[in-house]
């Protein structure tokens, strides 16, 4: 078997002609959506990613700006800064770009955002919805993990929910990012589900639980994690990670993801690649998500939000949902 490739740039278009749409249609009515980030030190990846949400924003007429603070800042300056661009009624999203420097800590950054800012549902109150399966955010990566499954599900004309309902779903990789809300999603459809991590791989369970797997998500961060012996033939495969590698031929660097890509690809029905997977659909998800909280924003008296009170009671899930 040579599975069919999952392509994440073409769904990524199609999604972008969408948020395209809202972002002119927004901006009409006087409320242009506005992204924000915050960069705090010089990681490699998270400058790397700044610059693609960056490009991608201005290209499509959102507004955008970055706080970026030096990697010694004190976990003050950058809670500081998180609530500083939630003030900012000119900002409707707001991105913490990981990995923090390590006297900061995540938890409390994440507390500092705005839940009806909080585009990737990190706010304990926006974490614990998406669990309940009621999200007012659906994070961009999760989400375009589904999005790419539900494109390539619903293709021919079948029905994703009754696959999702027949199938066991693995998840390797248990972030509170990534990993966690994977396994929320895969719940609110239905499927039976399994989540593994690296205590799993230490304890010699992986396989067991890969090789049983009808639709198997990894995100790890180990290039190469899992093998075609680590998977069932006729999974659908989505490989989540990305991770930089030097090739010992020529020296130079490139991406990988956490699956022997050739290797599954011969068992697999179908694969997601790396690079040209998740990833770009990540970023324009992580865009849909910037507009969907600008509506929110009008929708939500701003009186009753400058004085603490609650907005009024909203049905957000069509909004935003995956
Ligand atoms: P993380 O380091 O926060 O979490 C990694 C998870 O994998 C943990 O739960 C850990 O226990 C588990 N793990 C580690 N080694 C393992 C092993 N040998 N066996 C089984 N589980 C193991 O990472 P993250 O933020 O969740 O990111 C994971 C990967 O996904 C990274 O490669 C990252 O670059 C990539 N990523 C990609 C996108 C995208 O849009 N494509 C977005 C975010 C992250």
Known sequence: ????????????????????????????????????TVLAGDSYPARAYERRVRDLAESLGCRYSCVALPGDAAEADVVAAVGGLCADPRVSGVLVLRPLPPQVSEAAVYRALDPLKDIEAVHPVNAGLLALERPRFVPSTPASVFHLLDTYLS???RDPGEVYRRSRVVVVGRSANVGKPVVSLAMARGATVVSCDVHSARAGL?????????????????????????????????????????????????????????????????????????????????????????????????????????????????????
């Open 1 to 36: 078997m040579t599975a069919e490739l999952i392509d994440g740039r073409s769904c990524a278009a199609r999604l972008r002609e969408q948020v395209q749409a809202d972002v002119r249609e927004l901006t009409a009515r006087g409320a242009r959506p506005g992204l924000a």
């Open 155 to 157: 293709r021919d004309g």
């Open 206 to 322: 992986l396989r067991e639980h890969t090789t049983a797997a009808d639709i198997l998500v990894v995100a790890a961060g180990v290039p190469g994690l899992l093998r075609g012996v680590d998977v069932k033939p006729g999974v659908i495969a989505v490989d989540v990670g990305i991770n930089a590698v030097h090739d010992e031929m020529t020296g130079a660097v490139r991406l990988v993801g956490d699956l022997d890509h050739d290797s599954v690809a011969r068992r697999a029905a179908a694969i997601t690649p790396v690079p040209g997977g998740v990833g770009p659909v990540t970023y324009t998800w992580l865009l849909r998500n910037t507009v969907a909280a600008a509506r929110l924003a009008l929708a939500t008296d701003p009186v009753r939000r400058a004085k603490g009170l609650p907005g009024p009671e909203l049905d957000v899930r069509e909004l935003v949902s995956a």
